[in-house]
């Protein structure tokens, strides 16, 4: 039952325990949301935060990743995975994506995962994006998932194929070798993928059997969009994410709030320069009420 990444939860109720064994795959209890995002005020957050133009600028995805890491930090329950019919709670919190080296047909794509601080705000974010972006699009550079990997696929297919089952069954059972996961995105909080960088629109991702992931984020293209406002339409500049969810760690009413939550960080921005654990105020919680 021991993890090095997750602490075991015995104390969950019926209704949690009971859920597992009914439904034991990832995959067959996935839930979809999508959350339109205005982006008037981010826009204007993002061009002040780049006034000093500084060598690597402030972008949307980093300010994504900051309230996705900023509602996994404040709702505890998004912390929560199952694996091998057995609830955990993570013990951080965790967000990964893919990088593509280069935009090309062939390009490498290597895996970023970050580990965030409690006491992080946009600013770490910002920076530790960096730090890692700049060490990932080297085309040398080889992340320690994608090495194993490469390790693996080298070998006759005649042991490859029985290792890697070995390996699968070690993951099922809690019995992995640390090294093996520690960089793979499938044991993160929250994986990400950008797919409005390379000129998607908002979709939807899978979650995995394998690894922990509960949470998948796609971030569409951005652009005009319409927004409400006083029985009127007005487009605006927008987003939409698509959110996929294991419906298990936590019920409808959880999510709603959650995912609002994620909505008020985004439409206003001031409040990711705040640090990850920083407690929304009875004001700021009445504006989700609200949405």
Avoid at 116 to 124: F, L, Q, R, S
Wanted: aromatic share 14%; hydrophobic share 40%.
């Amino acid at each position: 039952m021991s993890r090095f990444d997750a602490t075991y939860m015995k104390d969950c109720d019926s209704m949690h325990f009971i859920m597992p064994f009914i439904f034991p795959n990832r995959c067959d209890n996935q839930a979809f949301f999508t959350f339109q995002i205005d982006l008037t005020n981010l826009n204007e957050y993002i061009r002040k935060k780049n006034a000093d133009d500084p060598d690597y600028k402030y972008n949307m995805f980093q300010c994504i990743v900051t309230a996705v890491l900023k509602i996994v930090t404040l709702r505890s329950k998004l912390s929560i995975f199952i694996h091998d019919k057995r609830m955990y709670k993570r013990n951080e919190v965790s967000a990964a994506f893919t990088v593509k080296q280069e935009f090309l047909d062939n390009g490498g794509e290597v895996l970023c995962f970050i580990h965030a601080k409690p006491e992080w705000n946009v600013d770490d974010v910002h920076n530790e994006l960096r730090r890692q972006l700049l060490k990932l699009k080297d085309r040398s550079y080889v992340d320690e998932s994608t090495g194993f990997m490469d390790k693996f696929n080298q070998l006759p297919k005649f042991i490859s194929r029985p290792l890697v089952s070995f390996v699968c069954w070690l993951e099922k059972h809690n019995m992995i070798p640390k090294a093996l996961i520690e960089t793979d995105p499938y044991h993160s909080s929250v994986l990400l993928a950008n797919l409005g960088s390379i000129g998607l629109p908002d979709g939807y991702h899978h979650l995995s059997n394998w690894g922990t992931t509960s949470i998948f984020v796609v971030i569409g293209q951005y652009g005009k969009m319409p927004f409400y406002e006083n029985s009127k339409t007005v487009f605006k500049d927008g987003v939409k994410l698509g959110i996929t969810v294991d419906e298990r760690i936590a019920d409808g009413y959880y999510f709603s709030k959650s995912f609002k939550m994620l909505q008020l960080f985004l439409e206003n921005p001031e409040l990711l320069d705040q640090p990850l654990n920083e407690k929304l105020s009875d004001e700021l919680w009445a504006k989700i009420n609200m949405k």
